[in-house]
């Protein structure tokens, strides 16, 4: 598999409930974001954990990172219809460049 | 909120000419990129730019693509001599300064190759 590889591809779930993303990647990174994408716009920057952190905190938002298991996870809590996006993890390098994976679409059905 | 304004949303063309893409970043941004995104498939790193040059690209950006900073505020992106598997969604991104900042994307323009 490629650097940054969500899973699951696809989810769907009911407004209320969790949504858990997940991402894995390869190399060493300096930080790893997330970015959500809704249909045929940009891309919105969420939150940004770097290498040195081990969970960070946005609203309904929660991520973890575990470097030494070289993968990632996006918590979306109290899900609402209007989270139904596609969410990307992005491993920024040295190089300062994004790296991104696959993306996992949501559905939160109303 | 500043934004990463991008020029046009959509973009037709015909096979073999040549597309100009237009990027205004967030004006004290340094660092500026460009990503593109074939339906369906992962976003994917085209180039980045500092100090008026390249300061990396991927292999997808060869002799058919170029980046300028014509003047203070735009970033562009200039395809020649376009393929049909050119169509895609361009994104350009800004960042202020290098480490841990999120990039800024712009909306897109949207490449249709005919």
């Known amino acids: 598999s490629q650097q940054g590889e969500e899973d699951p591809q696809a989810l769907s779930i009911q407004e209320g409930e969790n949504a858990t993303m997940n991402c894995s990647y390869k190399?060493?990174?300096?930080?790893l974001q997330w970015y959500r994408q809704n249909s045929g716009r940009g891309l919105v920057h969420l939150i940004l954990?770097?290498?040195?952190?081990r969970e960070k905190h946005s609203g309904r938002l929660r991520v973890t990172l575990d470097t030494s298991k070289k993968s990632s996870s996006l918590l979306i809590t109290a899900s609402r219809a209007a989270d139904t996006a596609s969410y990307f993890c992005?491993?920024?390098?040295?190089?300062?460049?994004?790296?991104f994976g696959g993306g996992t679409r949501l559905m939160v059905k109303p | 909120e500043p934004e990463v304004t991008q020029t046009p949303s959509h973009q037709v063309t015909q096979m073999g000419q040549e597309v100009i893409l237009r990027c205004v970043p967030i004006?004290?941004?340094?660092?500026f990129y460009w990503y593109r995104q074939i339906l369906g498939q992962k976003v994917e790193f085209l180039v980045s730019?500092?100090?008026?040059?390249?300061?990396?690209k991927s292999e997808i950006f060869d002799d058919q693509f170029s980046v300028e900073r014509p003047d203070g505020s735009n970033f562009t992106l200039k395809i020649r001599s376009t393929k049909l598997e050119d169509s895609a969604m361009y994104f350009c991104?800004?960042?202020?300064?290098?480490?841990?900042?999120?990039?800024?994307f712009g909306d897109g323009t949207r490449l249709s190759i005919l």
């Open positions: 954990i770097r290498s040195n952190e």
């Open positions: 991104a800004s960042i202020t300064d290098r480490g841990n900042q999120p990039q800024h």
């Open positions: 992005a491993t920024m390098n040295a190089g300062n460049m994004l790296t």
């Open positions: 004006s004290n941004h340094l660092y």
């Open positions: 730019f500092y100090n008026n040059e390249i300061s990396e």
């Open positions: 190399t060493s990174i300096n930080n």
